[in-house]
């Protein structure tokens, strides 16, 4: 089984909402006040953006917040109905 180095590792949910919008990392650090590297650093997991920051791009793209920034697949939550 080939285990996945780090560096292998993209946030391809980030990646592709803000490909969707037709931005830039340029343009998306424009837009959240912050560097171009900092863009990038969130999209290779390098680092991952303040809650607020979290929470405005989730407001941006129209997705959870789990669904940009969890390294694991997102499982929908299903409640129990008595």
Do not use: Y
Request: with cysteine.
């Amino acid at each position: 089984m080939r285990s996945e180095k780090v560096t292998d590792k993209k946030n391809k949910e980030l990646i592709a909402a803000r490909k969707a919008k037709g931005w830039t990392q340029e343009d998306m650090a424009l837009r959240l006040k912050c560097t171009k590297s900092t863009i990038s650093n969130w999209e290779n997991f390098v680092s991952q953006p303040p809650l607020d920051v979290a929470l405005e791009l989730a407001d941006l793209f129209g997705v959870d917040v789990c669904t940009l920034f969890s390294r694991h697949k997102v499982q929908e939550s299903h409640t129990l109905t008595a």
